[in-house]
């Protein structure tokens, strides 16, 4: 399995599958929509994030989206994971500990001081994210009214 980052062509691709899993990533929030999705995906690519992929025999295994993070809290150069996917074949192999390392490794390399990344309730990811050392700072409350 080889870690890299995207090209063009694959990017592309990649943002068109990270609009179809939002739905699965969002624990069900969020629907599958294209506007929507590119309306959010694309000004991130546009300000300097990208993906690392994980390549298995020439097909994409995984992904995970990074860049930096514009928060106005932020008062140390913050780096942002703001997609991480593996393929259902691929999953409980550790291939997003790889890829969540590999982003880290990056970041760092870029002279990032700390990550942020958002996990929604329920999300199986999030074990993940604490074995990493990611620790809650926030949480989010919704109400929906009628």
Same mark, same amino acid.
């Given at each position: 399995?080889?870690?890299?980052?995207? %090209?063009? *062509?694959?990017? *592309?691709?990649?943002?068109?599958?990270?609009?179809?899993?939002?739905? $699965?990533?969002?624990? &069900?929030?969020?629907?599958? %929509?294209?506007?929507?999705?590119? *309306?959010?995906?694309?000004?991130?690519?546009?300000?300097?994030?990208?993906?690392?992929?994980?390549?298995? #025999?020439?097909?994409?295994?995984?992904?995970?989206?990074?860049?930096?993070?514009?928060?106005?809290?932020?008062?140390?150069?913050? &780096?942002?994971?703001?997609?991480?996917?593996?393929?259902?074949?691929?999953?409980?192999? &550790?291939?997003?500990?790889?890829?969540? #390392?590999?982003?880290?490794? #990056?970041?760092?390399? $870029? &002279?990032? #001081?700390?990550?942020?990344? *958002?996990?929604?309730?329920?999300?199986?990811?999030?074990?993940?994210?604490?074995?990493?050392?990611?620790? %809650?700072?926030?949480?989010?409350? $919704?109400?929906?009214?009628?």
């Amino acid at each position: 399995m080889i870690i890299r980052k995207a %090209d063009q *062509n694959e990017t *592309n691709t990649l943002l068109y599958m990270t609009i179809n899993v939002m739905s $699965e990533s969002t624990m &069900g929030l969020v629907h599958n %929509d294209v506007q929507m999705g590119m *309306n959010m995906f694309v000004p991130l690519l546009n300000s300097g994030s990208y993906y690392l992929i994980a390549v298995d #025999q020439n097909q994409i295994a995984g992904w995970v989206l990074i860049g930096p993070d514009f928060s106005p809290v932020n008062v140390q150069k913050t &780096g942002s994971i703001t997609s991480l996917y593996v393929f259902p074949f691929y999953r409980k192999m &550790g291939l997003g500990k790889q890829l969540m #390392q590999s982003a880290i490794q #990056q970041l760092k390399a $870029e &002279g990032f #001081q700390k990550v942020m990344l *958002n996990v929604y309730t329920g999300n199986p990811a999030k074990q993940l994210y604490e074995t990493l050392g990611f620790t %809650d700072i926030s949480t989010v409350m $919704e109400l929906t009214i009628r």
